[in-house]
């Protein structure tokens, strides 16, 4: 029996404004020096606070929709998402449910095209730590991070894999960080990755009749491999004539396992209702252009640019464009490498071999280094076997750990010519003459 996996991803941001989303307090949770510092009656839920969305934050999630490909909605609304814990204080969570701002965009990808089915904004909860003070065992609450912007990205089911996940995740974490909207920092929990997972017989038409949400995962490599466990799991199920039960389930990483959290066996119910307190958001085509308009370029246009003017490889290609800095930096040395005659592919080479810390060697310096590396003063060749001669008669000692094995002996004498030779000569053919004359 052949089985396909059905695949789908949810994934939290946290934007990176200066204020929350509905309130003036500052955005800064994870480097606050204290806890409930930065909060307000708004970020507090205290009755009559009243939310005022940031301009900002609506902003840059349509920028990630254009990114996405996605259409943007002219007009769109806050709702009311209803459901009690201790770390949202108001009993509901400002989100948007029937008229996100964002839907229906794609990534493409070698592995296949992931579409999404839409991308809302929303504010994050505060943080629950557990913990033992004086021998009980109590949970504090820290509302820092309370009313933080959150972007939710859902995916259609179009992920076959734990690798196809990963790259997906790969491109849109690229993407996020050339558009400069968060730190989507997955240690600090700036961005929560959930996949839903299930898996059908090939040949049956439609998606399966149940789905596992794996919760909260802070690692790309860490959702494959959760999504590689639950295939496994669900294609043994399968194999035995059931169904795999629906429910929400977490990660062991030690264990390298899934663990069931609760069973979810219906839609929860969470009250949906547009926000009161926020009037309806309505976009003119001129502003969603003019944020179009300030769209950087975004990785996969760069690189076709890179391989049509620069012709360099696929793989320079993605390395060079895996940030928009080294990006900027290959092509500020391209444009002053001009006037020394080195080649984009040169430098492009020279930056990827070399690991160049582009943060402490300046585009300048760069050049230099690799003006003196590939200058090639000219020897003739009568110098060139003369150096070697004379090397080989001088060091019988060393011709002959070479021929006994030693690799070593040839560096030795390689370095022995160079000497003589003044460090003139292309070292290649040198090596190459030196081996030569060995054998
Ligand atoms: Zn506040
Ligand atoms: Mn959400």
């Known amino acids: 029996m052949s089985y396909t996996p059905i695949i789908g991803l949810e994934i939290h941001l946290e934007l990176k404004t200066q204020s929350k989303m509905f309130c003036g307090c500052k955005n800064d949770p994870f480097h606050a020096p204290k806890p409930n510092i930065y909060t307000c009656p708004v970020c507090l839920g205290m009755p009559g606070g009243l939310p005022v969305p940031n ?29 009690f814990y201790p770390d949202l204080p108001k009993g509901y969570q400002i989100s948007q449910y029937d008229q996100p701002l964002c839907s229906g965009g794609v990534v493409s990808l070698p592995e296949g095209d992931v579409r999404i089915h839409r991308v809302h904004l929303e504010e994050d909860t ?26 939710e990205i859902v995916t259609e089911p179009d992920i076959r894999s734990g690798e196809h996940a990963k790259s997906f995740l790969k491109k849109l974490h690229q993407i996020i960080r050339y558009l400069d909207i968060s730190d989507a920092d997955m240690e600090k929990g700036s961005m929560r990755l959930e996949p839903n997972i299930s898996v059908k017989k090939s040949e049956d038409e439609g998606l399966p009749p149940y ?19 639950e295939v496994d799991r669900h294609v043994s199920i399968l194999e035995s004539g059931t169904i795999p039960k629906q429910e929400t389930r977490g990660w062991n990483e030690d264990a390298g396992q899934t663990f069931s959290q609760r069973s979810k066996e219906h839609a929860e119910d969470y009250r949906y209702f547009p926000d009161p307190d926020i ?91 690799i003006i003196q590396a590939t200058t090639i003063i000219h020897v003739s060749d009568d110098e060139i076997q003369q150096a070697i001669q004379d090397t080989l008669s001088e060091h019988a000692k060393a011709v ?10 040839l560096m030795f004498l390689f370095g022995q010519v160079m000497k003589k030779l003044q460090g003139r000569g292309d070292k290649k053919i040198i090596q190459e003459r030196l081996e030569q004359s060995l054998s």
């Open 55 to 83: 301009k900002k934050a609506i902003e840059w999630t349509i920028l990630l929709g254009l990114a996405l490909h996605c259409k943007v909605n002219m007009v769109s609304k806050f709702d009311r998402k209803h459901y």
């Open 400 to 409: 002959q750990d070479y021929k006994a094995g030693k690799k070593q002996a």
């Open 126 to 151: 505060g943080k629950l730590q557990h913990t033992t003070i004086d021998g009980k065992e109590v949970t504090l609450i820290d509302f820092n991070r309370s009313g933080v912007p959150l972007i």
């Open 211 to 229: 789905k596992v949400e794996v919760k909260n995962i802070n690692s790309f490599n860490f959702v494959k491999k959760a999504i590689e466990y």
């Open 279 to 369: 009037p309806p958001l309505r976009f003119t085509e001129q502003y969603i252009e003019s944020l179009r308009e300030n769209l950087p370029e975004l990785p996969e246009e760069k690189a076709r640019r890179f391989k049509e003017v620069y012709q360099l490889s696929d793989q320079s290609i993605e390395i060079l464009i895996g940030n928009r800095q080294i990006a900027q930096y290959f092509e500020d040395a391209v444009k002053e490498g001009q006037s020394h005659n080195l080649s984009p592919v040169t430098i492009a080479n020279w930056i990827i071999n070399k690991k160049v810390d582009i943060h402490a060697v300046s585009a300048t310096d760069l050049l230099h280094q």
